[in-house]
């Protein structure tokens, strides 16, 4: 038997963990620079606000109807996701941390001692509630997909009150038949219409198709889809994810800069975040992707990008902030106000099997990384970087409407006061 444990509106309800006087008022939670809702709680859902809608356009509906809003706590999420998996944790054998809010378990060899799987996801529920402050919903299924679709129809359908449990016939049939095939794990929003085309809705309708038909029509990942929804195990996980074939850092201003030092700045800090990430999964760029652009809402738009091509693969900070350095005046506008800029690591290979040039020396430094990464992974991230790339209040993130990292800062540590 598997599970998904999977929070009800993550970000929106950890904004409500260490706020209780907003627990029972309607919360959104907004993207970077509070650009996009990207999160609704179930009471604000009612009053009918589009998720992943621009805040402008939605802020008049919001204060209108005393919607409190948040800028996106990544600090506090981290924290309080780590907490809620730890509790999860402890009713199984075997745990997958799918996403951030979202834990795939496995009953292989390990025997809950209440009498039902449902009565079992509510123990679950009242766990992490008690412990966490966190709300979740609990679907029951033989293979991943059917305990995916279980956990769909736990938060989203009627007569489910947090959990549901397919392992039987009857249990199958009836969720599937009141699912879109949208719904389904592993199925978008694209292949869904492709599906329609083919007059199939639900997922009902896509489970009774042939497997090897729709990998024929479709993929691989179709026809493994098609039998998890009829039992048949065929996904899994591994304990190693696959390496990033492409790595990238990009992020847009809190607010317009046309300096030069500070696109430069911004684009070596990226570059900061980019060499530590190939470092980490032990790969080495061959291309560095550059470009820094202005708004699409400005009279005009400027967009410029450069890629540039290593003699050597290479993974050191250094050597890649050498080449933002010769490419940047290609790239940097005088008068463009900047809205966003980025770099992107390509044609990734493999650090353990790597041969070198007889006739070009590589410049890369790897004990000044080593030592680079350790520090910064003793005593907090950024605590040791390149002078040029200091950091610049400019073109942090915009969070105006930022709640206190309650776990992770000592002065927002919370209070009580006795009488």
Not at 130 to 152: D, I, Q, S
Not at 241 to 263: M, N, V
Not at 360 to 386: E, F, H, I, T, W
Request: with cysteine; charged share 20%.
């Amino acid at each position: 038997m598997y599970a998904l444990v999977d929070a009800v509106s993550f970000y929106a309800s950890a904004e409500k963990v260490f706020d209780p006087a907003i627990r029972s008022k309607p919360v959104v939670v907004l993207t970077n620079n509070d650009g996009c809702v990207c999160a609704v709680c179930p009471i604000a859902k009612r009053l009918n606000i589009p998720k992943f809608g621009p805040y402008f356009k939605v802020k008049h509906l919001l204060e209108q109807n005393n919607v409190i809003v948040r800028s996106s706590n990544y600090e506090l999420y981290a924290n309080l996701s780590d907490r809620m998996m730890n509790v999860i944790a402890r009713f199984c054998d075997t745990q997958h941390v799918y996403s951030i809010d979202e834990s795939f378990l496995h009953f292989n060899s390990y025997t809950p001692l209440i009498s039902s799987w449902y009565d079992y996801g509510h123990t679950i529920r009242r766990t992490v509630w008690r412990e966490t402050k966190l709300p979740v919903g609990v679907g029951f299924g033989v293979t991943p997909t059917l305990a995916k679709a279980a956990n769909h129809a736990a938060k989203k359908l009627s007569g489910f009150n947090g959990v549901a449990v397919i392992d039987t016939e009857g249990s199958r049939q009836a969720i599937l038949q009141r699912m879109s095939c949208q719904d389904v794990w592993g199925i978008g929003k694209r292949l869904a219409k492709k599906l329609k085309i083919m007059n199939i809705h639900t997922a009902w309708q896509l489970a009774q198709q042939n497997p090897s038909a729709m990998r024929r029509t479709f993929s691989v990942v179709v026809e493994r889809t098609v039998r998890e929804l009829n039992g048949e195990t065929c996904l899994n996980w591994d304990d190693v994810r696959q390496d990033k074939r492409e790595i990238f850092s990009t992020r847009s201003f809190g607010e317009r800069i046309c300096e030069l030092t500070a696109l430069k700045t911004a684009l070596i800090n990226h570059v900061t975040i980019v060499g530590s990430k190939l470092r980490a999964q032990k790969s080495l760029t061959n291309q560095l992707y550059i470009f820094a652009a202005s708004s699409s809402h400005e009279n005009i738009f400027y967009k410029k990008s450069f890629v540039y091509k290593f003699t050597n693969p290479t993974n050191d900070t250094c050597v890649m902030a050498n080449a933002i350095s010769e490419v940047f005046g290609q790239i940097y506008q005088p008068a463009v106000r900047f809205y966003k800029c980025g770099v992107g690591a390509l044609e990734l290979t493999s650090q353990q099997f790597q041969q070198d040039d007889l006739f070009n020396k590589c410049n890369d430094n790897p004990q000044l990384m080593n030592c680079l990464d350790a520090v910064n992974k003793r005593y907090g991230k950024g605590m040791l970087s390149l002078a040029s790339s200091k950091l610049n209040d400019r073109w942090h993130m915009n969070r105006a409407f930022l709640s206190p990292q309650y776990t992770t800062r000592w002065r927002d540590i919370p209070k009580i006061h006795c009488e």
